[in-house]
């Protein structure tokens, strides 16, 4: 089913759920459907509360509300909202947040995307026909991440928050419903937020056994500052939570940002695994670079940290676009479950013996970053499962793990991208011919590019 159909049917529920535009449209009749409408939890940084004809949307990391008309009546008599928009939208513009891409290709809406800002950045194929100009096709909202004052005319603007790091991976991946909310599509968003949600806490409940918890850490440098910092928000503290292991942190009473070199190297000390954030520009963009500038040299580093010696020192660029661009910022926040893997992965590489990095890459031993490519990448392939796949089986440290490794259910696409749509299962022919290509990919050294619909 083409995107556009599927834009056109979700105008078409609304109308059936929804009395006709007349004089007598009666506002005292609740026009929406029960069964489309989601729970509320504001620790999400969001939440919606359903009127009879209209949807209350509220961005609390913004503290901005916004009211999503139904059934193709007036905006204008509605005012204390930052923006008052006529649902479902057909075209939208996005900002320099290029992280709600994933979450519409998720609902399979990308033909709704009629211009990008920065979009050579873009990571996923499925935006190659979008620039930043929207052409004849004017947006009705524009997704950003600090909105303005909404003028009365042209497209409203609305603010997209899920890249805040005080949201945890599962938070963070909630916005789909959020995003939905806005083309009347939340009961889909809601299915497949699920379906993430349950094979994310399936991983994560395997590990929880795990005795022997390995120390991680996230770092990040700021040239401007010549300060090193150990990320501590609660999406980095959750995620290496969640995969067996326990983040390298100050207590709370302490600064998390070091001038000093001595002190970043008695903070970071007990890490066995590093997970690196700077900007590589900043770094001379190599591992020796980042040696550098941590006073890690042997000349200056007394401290012998095990990360160093057992090279255990990793980035999240390991998949970029044709410029350059890390596909990490972009698509991890809509897809918790493999971010959760690649950590796991990471420190416990037994667990899901043949998966492979997703975005990960062992700086310390300089594994290149691979380059995205389109060629075999299926934007309307519909594969985003309904079942569950991942088999709940308790891991320790020092085991091998076969029946949660689901890697070669992926579909061949899947291979090569992170795209979405119907929810369907993969038949057993297609999986025995994709386990033959991954096999081959994994001969050739090739890193995986999942579309937003594939599960693993």
């Given at each position: 089913m083409s995107r556009g159909w599927l834009l056109f049917l979700l105008s078409l529920s609304c109308s059936l759920l929804c009395k006709a535009q007349t004089d007598g449209f009666d506002t005292s009749v609740n026009h929406y459907n029960v069964s489309t409408r989601v729970m509320n939890d504001a620790s999400n940084g969001f939440s919606v509360e359903y009127k009879n004809w209209y949807k209350v949307v509220t961005n609390h990391i913004l503290n901005e509300t916004y009211a999503l008309v139904c059934?193709?009546?007036?905006?204008?008599?509605?005012?204390?909202?930052?923006?008052?928009?006529?649902?479902?939208?057909?075209?939208?513009?996005?900002?320099?947040?290029?992280?709600?891409?994933?979450?519409?290709?998720?609902?399979?809406?990308?033909?709704?995307?009629?211009?990008?800002?920065?979009?050579?950045?873009?990571?996923?194929?499925?935006?190659?026909?979008?620039?930043d100009s929207p052409g004849a096709d004017t947006p009705q909202v524009i997704f950003t991440a600090q909105t303005n004052t909404n003028l009365q005319s042209g497209p409203a603007y609305v603010g997209f928050s899920p890249n805040?790091?005080?949201?945890?991976?599962?938070?963070?991946?909630?916005?789909?419903?959020?995003?939905?909310?806005?083309?009347?599509?939340?009961?889909?968003?809601?299915?497949?937020?699920?379906?993430?949600?349950?094979?994310?806490?399936?991983?994560k409940s395997n590990m929880a056994e795990v005795t022997d918890k390995k120390d991680?850490?996230?770092?990040?440098?700021?040239?401007?500052?010549?300060?090193?910092?150990?990320?501590?928000?609660?999406?980095?503290?959750?995620?290496?939570?969640?995969?067996?292991?326990?983040?390298?942190?100050?207590?709370?009473?302490?600064?998390?940002?070091?001038?000093?070199l001595a002190v970043f190297h008695t903070a970071i000390g007990r890490a066995q695994y590093v997970i690196d954030t700077s900007d590589l520009a900043s770094l001379n963009q190599t591992y020796d670079g980042w040696l550098n500038v941590g006073g890690f040299t042997t000349s200056s580093d007394v401290y012998n940290e095990a990360f160093i010696s057992d090279k255990n020192v990793y980035r999240t660029d390991g998949l970029v676009n044709t410029n350059g661009y890390s596909d990490w910022p972009q698509r991890s926040p809509a897809r918790p479950d493999l971010a959760l893997q690649d950590v796991?992965?990471?420190?416990?590489?037994?667990?899901?013996?043949?998966?492979?990095?997703?975005?990960?890459?062992?700086?310390?031993?300089?594994?290149?970053?691979?380059?995205?490519?389109?060629?075999?990448?299926?934007?309307?392939?519909?594969?985003?499962f309904s079942a569950t796949l991942c088999e709940p089986h308790?891991?320790?440290?020092?085991?091998?793990?076969?029946?949660?490794?689901?890697?070669?259910?992926?579909?061949?696409?899947?291979?090569?991208?992170?795209?979405?749509?119907?929810?369907?299962?993969?038949?057993?022919?297609?999986?025995?011919?994709?386990a033959l290509y991954r096999q081959c990919r994994q001969n050739q050294g090739d890193r995986p590019f999942y579309r937003m619909k594939d599960m693993k």
């Open positions: 059934c193709g009546q007036p905006t204008t008599n509605l005012t204390g909202y930052h923006a008052v928009i006529n649902t479902p939208v057909t075209n939208i513009g996005i900002t320099s947040i290029r992280d709600a891409l994933p979450y519409i290709e998720l609902l399979g809406l990308r033909d709704a995307v009629k211009s990008v800002e920065g979009y050579q950045n873009v990571t996923s194929p499925c935006y190659s026909n979008v620039t805040s790091d005080q949201l945890t991976p599962l938070q963070q991946a909630s916005w789909l419903v959020f995003i939905a909310l806005f083309f009347d599509a939340e009961a889909e968003a809601t299915t497949i937020f699920s379906n993430l949600e349950n094979v994310y806490n399936c991983h991680v850490a996230w770092t990040f440098y700021d040239p401007a500052t010549r300060e090193w910092a150990l990320k501590r928000d609660a999406y980095y503290n959750t995620l290496v939570t969640d995969a067996g292991a326990t983040l390298v942190q100050p207590n709370d009473a302490q600064s998390a940002e070091f001038t000093s796991i992965h990471m420190i416990e590489p037994t667990y899901q013996a043949n998966y492979s990095f997703t975005w990960m890459r062992n700086f310390a031993k300089s594994d290149n970053a691979r380059q995205i490519a389109d060629t075999s990448y299926l934007c309307d392939a519909h594969d985003i308790p891991f320790g440290s020092n085991q091998t793990s076969t029946s949660s490794d689901t890697s070669t259910h992926l579909s061949k696409g899947g291979k090569a991208g992170i795209s979405i749509g119907v929810i369907v299962f993969v038949l057993v022919v297609a999986v025995i011919a994709y």
